[in-house]
């Protein structure tokens, strides 16, 4: 069947034809220029999803990286001050086993010796007291100092923790138990300083004084076992997260992101055609049959 | 042959031919580039011998080319289809116009969408969670709290403002269809008095369809014709014109989103109030858009329920936990009574000690409550992000929709008047060729002419001059 074909129907289908090739062209270079895939969600619905996604996947591990590193910095401050606390410890232990092995040491002495071991409880009380960011690490969740300078009862809740989020369903207790670590109230490794120190002035045995000291050293001990392992964990986690992160962030721009090569060949293809249709409506409709009659 | 003279006279009917002809192409390249034209052509017919009496014998030669009238070549058909088509795209068009308005206020995926603020809320409570107590952390958290409760207001907003913008469209489209109605209605009078008085209506033609299709593109309406002259404009089954009375359609139901389940948006006659039941065309592209269950009635309420969602589930924990000087049993979020949930939802603490970041009894600094409000974020199903992205997926799927229809239908209209144009309109190549048929005749005629002035010539001025 031969269809009618007319200057104007050409015209207008010329028009269209170099319309929807612009259109395309727009398109492709919105793409190249913008680096994106997705410019809104009716591009690809299906990629929207995974891109939301991953989206919040990327800003919750980038939350549990701040945690961690809060965390780090709270478990190498108790760790400092457990250390600080062993060395007290050991100090006092050395003063007392002088002071319990010389019988014939004067009072005088003695009383040099008490003072000595003041200062150190004062120093392991000030340790023991340390603090992160305003609050102390060995007092839990409690808002006060760890330890009542006189009373050395400890602060915190026995069941509370201080804890850091590292994964949605992991988190890493980042503070020691005071409690557990120097004991609390009459029990606490100061008070049995203070017993030392007063026996001290008053004349009497401090050998008993030893074996306390070795009970405080060896729970201060134990306590920067745990601290150190979980200074450990946390760093497993950190190095975990940041590959997490790597990964989400390329999954992310898998989904987003346009191939830039693949990106860049279509474009160039598309000003092809485009200038093909140009050319080709520039040389077909300037020809009519008047062009050839004089 | 009757006489001599005779022959001048057909030598005479093929010069006003040959005029007639040449006037018609002057029309029709003059209205190369008029909207809807439709190409006219001059219909001839050869006039037969005069054969009179029954003595008369021999040759007889017809009496020339006499000009039946001034044909307009368009076919029903094509109008139709074009007619057709554009009620379809008009559909269409404005579905995928809404849609893509819609998804682009949503701004995702990106860092602006309510997904990018939400998370930013719940990375918010995690560092409360570490630092609870700590005034400026709980500033920071109720700061993006607010943007959060901002950004979904904004959102509704946008929708009731773009509900109230698409009903103001299909308000004008309505007082279009009536205006086009009664244009309509006054060429067919004025069509059927010039056929009747045998004038040549072709042009009002032109004019008249022209504006069919528009009515067609606007509301789907159909055209009927009655073979006077006159056409029918057919509006879901009933009259929109009829001859030359027209009965005027009109839109009523809410003028507020809140209403559009209860009372729609819809289009009835100004007479009856009953329904107008449309089948395609921008009007019914729009009310589809408005309608109680649309796309945007849907985003409204996918607003409201994520608003009421946050605030139910941030509550739930809230409310469990104390606050640094041990209040307990406050609400975080609060939603106003009397306003859509998503206008209502504020936050309730101003500073951080109407935060209550721990658990009862768990020590003045505990933030295992703020852990858990942040956690709501990384639920897979049930939570608000999740709800979010489901919604928005589903405006992207539905839009997609939307863009692949409107594209389908605009292409068949494209066809459609492709081949309506291929029929009608005006080819400049014909033109020339008939221009120069019609010349050729004529100069052929002036010839006749010519020659028959010559023989009459020779037969009065030359005859009986024998030997002279």
Redesign the interface.
Known sequence: MI???????LL??SA?TMQAAMARLSTLQQQASSGKR?A???????G??A???V??QQ??V??YQ??AA?GMGWLSMVDGALTNSTALLQQARNLVVQAANSGAMSQAGRDAIASQLQGIRDDLLQTANTQY???SVFA????TAAFDPTTYAWS??A??S????VG?DA?IRVDVDGSTAFGTGATSVFASLDTIISNLHSGADVSSGITAIDAGLQSVSGAQVVSGSRYAQMERAKDSLSSQSIDLESQRSDV?DVDTVQSLVALQSQNLAYQAALQVTAKALPM???SF?S | MTSSFGLLNTAYTALTAARTGTEVVGQNIANAATDGYVRQRANTVSVAAVSTGMLRSGVQVGGGVAVLGVARLADPLLDGRVQTTSSTNGYWSVQAGAMSTLETSLHEPGATGISATLQGFWSSWQTVASNPGNASQAGALLQKAAQLTSAIGAGYRDVTSQWSQQRDQVASSVTTVNALAGQVAALNSQIRQTVAAGGNANELLDQRAKLTTQLADVSGATVRDLGDGQVDVVLGGNMLVSGSTTRAIQLAGTTELGGASSDPARLVWADTGAAVQLDGGRIAGGLAVLAGTGPLAQAADAYNSLATTIATQVNAIHSTGATTSGATGLDFFSIAAGVPAALGLAVVPTDVSGVAAGAVGAGALDGSIADRIARIGSQATGGPDAQWATFVVATGSAASTANTQSTLAGSALASATSAQSSQESVDMDQETTDLLTWQHAYQGAARVLTTIDDMLDTLINKTGLVGR
């Not at chain 1, 809104?40 to 299906?46: G, I, K, L």
């Not at chain 1, 839990?140 to 808002?143: F, H, K, V, W």
Request: charged share 20%; no cysteine; net charge neutral.
């Open positions: 269809t009618r074909v007319t200057s104007t129907q207008a289908n269209q997705l809104v969600p009716s591009d690809d619905p299906a929207t999803a891109s939301m996604q989206r919040g800003a919750a980038a939350q701040r945690n809060d960011n305003g609050r839990g969740t409690s808002d915190g809740t069941s509370a201080v804890e850091r989020r949605s988190a987003e009519s049959l008047l009659l």
